[in-house]
């Protein structure tokens, strides 16, 4: 009985531990995704205020449960560093602004230039950082605007 009883509070241990574990397993997924020039879809009429461009990129880790629950990252590539959406480039008095909208199985990510007409030129690059509810703990005390931050708190692969 007594070494029943002792591997049972073993196993018991052991489960406990791997229950608790603190790596982000599958519940914290990242993908990264490129929109080539002719990808972007125009929305709204030139040279109105609402004049923007967005392409919509299928999901399948943008569960509800992330949406209603959990954190969903978005960072565009410029150059060589990753900057958090929504973010503003600007260079000689022009702005182009970054942003993002999901829902549940979609990511779509916009441009909008000050001039309200330019198309986006070139190919532009995303990483996106889905966090389930279980794992938001990780992000705690953690600048989600730097994208190396994110990826040591969360230990995503390189």
């Known amino acids: 009985m007594r070494k029943l009883f002792t591997g049972t509070i073993l196993f018991a241990i052991i489960a406990f531990t791997s229950s ?7 519940s914290v997924t990242s993908t990264q995704f490129t929109v080539n020039t002719n990808q ?18 299928s999901m399948s880790g943008l569960s509800s449960n992330v949406v209603n629950n959990g954190a969903v990252l ?3 590539l410029l150059t060589t560093q990753w900057a958090a959406l929504p973010y503003i480039e600007t260079y000689n008095g022009y702005t182009r602004n970054y942003g993002y909208q999901y829902e549940v199985g979609t990511l ?8 309200l007409i330019t198309s986006p030129g070139g190919n532009t690059t995303y990483k996106v950082v889905l966090v389930e509810q279980k794992n938001m703990h990780l992000l705690d005390g953690v600048n989600t605007n730097d994208y190396n931050a994110v990826e040591a708190a969360l230990q995503l692969e390189k």
Do not use: E, L, R
Request: charged content about 10%.
């Open 20 to 26: 608790c574990s603190t790596s982000p397993s599958n």
């Open 40 to 57: 972007w879809v125009s929305n709204g009429s030139s040279g109105t205020a609402n004049y923007q461009y967005f392409y919509g990129h």
């Open 74 to 76: 978005c960072y565009v």
């Open 108 to 115: 779509f990510v916009t441009i909008k230039d000050s001039d």
